[in-house]
């Protein structure tokens, strides 16, 4: 792996102007939005569990996507 592609990867990436961390803010609005929803209608269990951890990679990702732009 290239060595900027590492440096890129685990480097802090503060956003850089208004309309980024707007997009971050919408993401985190929208994955809490969701988040309560699902609790409203899942059951209590392991599925409800992933349900709420892949939710949070969504979030994650998506916000990664977000601040590692070029």
Do not use: Q
Not at 4 to 24: C, W, Y
Not at 25 to 38: P, S, Y
Request: hydrophobic residues 40%.
């Amino acid at each position: 792996m290239n060595p900027a592609d590492i440096d890129n990867r685990f480097k802090f990436h503060p956003p850089t102007d208004a309309a980024r961390k707007s997009a971050h803010e919408t993401v985190r609005e929208m994955c809490g939005t969701l988040a309560h929803a699902l609790n409203e209608i899942l059951p209590e269990g392991r599925e409800k569990a992933v349900a709420y951890t892949k939710l949070e990679e969504v979030m994650f990702w998506s916000n990664a996507a977000i601040a590692r732009e070029n």
